[in-house]
């Protein structure tokens, strides 16, 4: 089995920073791709970054230029650093990972998400 588990989450004020991590542990053969989403009240969740195990970054038109997404392969982590948060940036934050338990099987791995709040 495989556990994400995120943290970093809190209440900000606008023009503000946060750090997220999510590491991941269990049985884990590999991991591929690792990735953040967001879902607001009433919203979809949305794609905010993902990044490959070689590092090549994908981001959200919405966050380009204030989001950083890297990671840690030797400790399984991933990470998002937020820059100038904006309040459409309130969101519960949710990371995954394409996981794979034994060599050529994989399966995709969901955190259990932090809540992101940027507020005066």
């Known amino acids: 089995q495989v556990q994400l588990v995120e943290s970093g989450g809190d209440l900000v004020q606008p023009g503000g920073s946060l750090r997220l991590s999510c590491a991941a542990s269990?049985?884990?053969?590999?991991?591929?791709?690792m990735g953040w989403y967001r879902q607001a009240p009433g919203k979809q969740r949305d794609l905010v970054a993902t990044?490959?195990?070689?590092?090549?970054?994908n981001y959200a038109d919405s966050v380009k230029g204030r989001f950083t997404i890297s990671r840690d392969n030797a400790k399984n982590t991933v990470y998002l650093q937020m820059n100038s948060l904006k309040p459409e940036d309130t969101a519960v934050y949710y990371c995954?990972?394409?996981?794979?338990?034994?060599?050529?099987?994989?399966?995709?791995?969901w955190g259990q998400g932090t809540q992101v709040t940027v507020s005066l």
């Open positions: 995954n990972a394409d996981v794979a338990v034994i060599a050529g099987y994989f399966n995709v791995y």
């Open positions: 269990g049985s884990i053969y590999s991991i591929y791709d």
């Open positions: 990044i490959t195990s070689g590092g090549g970054t």
